[in-house]
């Protein structure tokens, strides 16, 4: 029996190197490709959809770059940081979407994450903040990133930057130009496959055509877009509310209001008692920045904001001090 077992399996090795050798002979496995545009990639996770690539981009275009200069090893708009937290430090990692990564900002020293960590050193507050935003993220891709990415680093308190946009999908059509560049190659995304049994060709060959023939890639598109197209809040703040149980972190909601003209005359409150609810229920702290908005524009000439939804310097700035003060004062330990 033994002998028949190892002959069968022999033969069952050579059969597939055989295989293997005749798809890599008539070139009919898919090739692998890196799908990428500008600074973003397809991620892995298909609930997180993209995700930023390392990249330092000097241009002048900014359509799907959103910013120039370096981003970090990880592709996000912030500097290095070490994965082993210091002694002493309190790390902050903060979630969110074009508006924490800064866009339309030309520093990243000018964006909030990068101005708080100074603030509460200023309050006897030795902090570390980390950025993992990125734009066009909603609620269900900022949470699948810390879970991928952000609890490596152990936070003490994950800074959720909510935005009004945040119950749909808002990104410029970055994840439906990036899935249809793999449709039209015809090939494999390299970041959404087995990095070792990719190598194969037979592996590509039964997986991206053999079995693909059942499918319809336009459905499968479509899908894909689905995860990420959906209202996720409620579901998400419940899953980040079992994340912080679990790995004994603080999270504090900022909602970032639309900056209409006179804040007077604002007619998105319904939107800011939803949020507010959900930080109830799960036990978040909540800084909503709408009434510090409206004291920073009364108080300076100089415009809080580019665009309806996005702050300018002065706005980043109004931003990290409301925060930092929340922070200091109600979360941080004395």
């Known amino acids: 029996m033994r002998q ?3 002959l069968a399996l022999a033969a069952g090795l050579l059969s597939l190197v055989a295989a293997e050798l005749l798809i890599r002979l008539l070139g009919a496995a898919p090739q692998v490709y890196i799908i990428r545009k500008g600074r973003f990639q397809l991620s892995p996770n298909p609930k997180i959809g993209y995700e930023p690539a390392p990249l330092v981009y000097q241009g ?4 799907f770059y959103d910013f120039q200069g370096a981003s970090n090893s990880l592709g996000y708009r912030d500097v290095e940081h070490a994965v082993a937290k210091p002694p002493g430090v309190y790390r902050i990692v903060v979630l969110g979407d074009s508006i924490a990564a800064g866009l339309r900002v030309e520093r990243f020293a000018d964006t909030f994450p990068a ?3 100074p603030l509460l050193a200023a309050k006897g507050l030795k902090a570390e903040v980390i950025s993992f935003a990125v734009s066009g993220y909603n609620t269900q891709q900022e949470v699948e990133t810390l879970k991928a990415k952000g609890l490596a680093y152990q936070p003490d308190l994950v800074l959720l930057a909510y935005s009004l946009g945040n119950r ?7 994840m439906r130009t990036l899935l249809n560049e793999e449709q039209e190659r015809r090939g494999v995304s390299g970041v959404r496959v087995n990095p070792i049994l990719v190598k194969s060709a037979l592996y590509r060959f039964v997986r991206f055509r053999v079995l693909a023939l059942k499918r319809v890639p336009q459905t499968d598109a479509r899908s894909d877009l689905d995860l990420v197209s959906r209202d996720t809040v409620a579901e998400y703040f419940g899953e980040l509310a079992a994340l912080s149980r679990q790995h004994r972190f603080a999270v504090l909601v900022a909602v970032f209001p639309r900056f209409v003209r006179s804040f007077g005359y604002y007619r998105f409150g319904e939107q800011h008692a939803f949020v507010r609810e959900l930080a109830r229920r799960n036990g978040f702290h909540l800084a909503d920045l709408l009434a510090p908005y409206a004291r920073c524009r009364a108080a300076a000439s100089e415009p809080i904001s580019v665009d309806t939804f996005h702050p300018s310097v002065y706005g980043h700035r109004c931003a990290a001090e409301a925060l930092a003060a929340v922070i200091a004062s109600d979360i941080a330990p004395k």
Request: proline share 0%.
């Open 60 to 63: 002048k275009e900014l359509s």
């Open 168 to 174: 749909g999908r808002l990104d410029g059509e970055i």
């Open 4 to 6: 028949k077992l190892g």
């Open 115 to 117: 101005l708080l960590g």
